[in-house]
């Protein structure tokens, strides 16, 4: 029997199948004709331990990663998006990240830090 909890987990399971940052690495390893994740982390100029936590899906390839892969690799963003497994034709960001903040509330000291 399936339930609701099951499927949403199956759901869930499914849109991270194709999901492979090990791909992309390896494929940028390749590319760039290097011998592992110590010369690709110096290559992209980020820490050994962001490649690692990115292999061992503890990280996110994030956006400007993502271009610095797309400026040493010379592959367009598209193209390195494909490789991870990412094939959405368009990437949205969420309203959230374009509503500005709430004003700070009336009779709030100023966060200059200048008296008036």
Same mark, same amino acid.
């Given at each position: 029997?399936?339930?609701?909890?099951? *499927?949403? !987990?199956?759901?869930?399971?499914?849109?991270?199948?194709?999901?492979?940052?090990?791909?992309?690495?390896?494929?940028?390893?390749?590319?760039?004709?290097?011998?592992?994740?110590?010369?690709?982390?110096?290559?992209?100029?980020?820490?050994?331990?962001?490649?690692?936590?990115?292999?061992?899906?503890?990280? &996110?390839?994030?956006?400007?990663?993502?271009?610095?892969?797309? !400026?040493?690799?010379?592959?367009?963003?598209?193209?390195?998006?494909?490789?991870?497994?990412?094939?959405?034709?368009?990437?949205?960001?969420?309203?959230?990240?374009?509503?500005?903040? &709430?004003?700070?509330?009336?009779?709030?000291?100023? *966060?200059?830090?200048?008296?008036?």
């Amino acid at each position: 029997m399936t339930t609701t909890t099951d *499927t949403a !987990e199956t759901n869930s399971i499914s849109d991270h199948v194709n999901y492979d940052p090990n791909h992309l690495l390896d494929a940028l390893i390749e590319k760039l004709h290097l011998k592992n994740d110590a010369a690709l982390s110096r290559a992209l100029e980020v820490a050994p331990p962001v490649i690692s936590k990115i292999r061992h899906r503890r990280l &996110p390839v994030g956006a400007s990663l993502l271009i610095r892969m797309h !400026e040493v690799s010379e592959l367009s963003i598209r193209e390195l998006r494909e490789l991870m497994g990412d094939r959405r034709e368009k990437f949205r960001i969420s309203d959230k990240q374009f509503k500005p903040k &709430p004003a700070s509330a009336p009779g709030a000291a100023p *966060t200059s830090g200048s008296a008036e």
